[in-house]
């Protein structure tokens, strides 16, 4: 059964990069089973999707992020990381790392989520 | 961007009643769409994808049905663990993914 755990810092100031990274176990990160994804969910609102990455080191980001989103991967560590630069107010969010099914592209399995705060 | 409209936002049920919560994309998406439950605190759970198909371990009272642009997820006999927040998610657009804004389900 794969899972999934995040980890980084949860606050981070105005202007600086959000760092986090997700930790694959049960699974090679290079199966090939999944794409890699980040999404997150602001406090009381829907989910976004921030951006994905292939075992090959291929990305996609959603556009209204691009560029500002840098997604890669450490398949030694399996592990994938996700640095968002000049962070605002606006970036708050639960933080989710998830499996996207390479077939079908559903999201299963989620890692459990981590806050981050952009807050000076 | 295909946007997606979930209907009702909020709905108040009792445990036994028979739910129907509504997705409409809009343009079609074939059967690119998949519904999620999320309980407080907690990361999304997949319940249905390809439009209509269960995900191994989810219960039986739970059913998807629709294509095109309108889809519907059903909850034949609500049970207490239900009451949670129900997203459609498109995947036809991939991999420009995107949610619908969410129906809250609430014990009357």
């Known amino acids: 059964q794969v899972q999934l755990q995040e980890s980084g810092p949860g606050l981070v100031k105005p202007s600086q990069t959000l760092s986090l990274t997700c930790t694959v176990s049960?699974?090679?990160?290079?199966?090939?089973?999944?794409?890699w994804s980040w999404l997150r969910q602001p406090a009381g609102k829907a989910l976004e999707w921030i951006g994905r990455i292939y075992t090959s080191g291929s990305t996609n980001y959603n556009p209204s992020l691009k560029s500002r989103v840098t997604i890669s991967v450490d398949t030694s560590k399996n592990q994938f990381s996700l640095n968002l630069s000049s962070v605002t107010a606006a970036d708050t969010a639960v933080y989710y790392c998830v499996g996207d099914e390479v077939r079908f592209n559903w999201f299963d399995p989620w890692g459990q989520g981590t806050l981050v705060t952009v807050s000076s | 961007d295909i946007q997606m409209t979930q209907s009702p936002s909020s709905l108040s049920a009792f445990v036994g009643d028979r739910v129907t919560i509504t997705c409409r994309a809009s343009q079609s998406i074939g059967s690119y769409l998949n519904w999620y439950q999320q309980k407080p605190g907690k990361a999304p759970k997949l319940l249905i994808y390809a439009a209509s198909s269960l995900q191994s371990g989810v219960p039986s009272r739970f059913s998807g049905s629709g294509s095109g642009t309108d889809f519907t997820l059903t909850i034949s006999s609500l049970q207490p663990e239900d009451f949670a927040t129900y997203y459609c998610q498109q995947s036809y657009s991939t991999p420009m993914y995107t949610f619908g804004q969410g129906t809250k389900l609430e014990i009357k």
């Open positions: 049960g699974d090679s990160i290079s199966s090939g089973s999944y794409y």
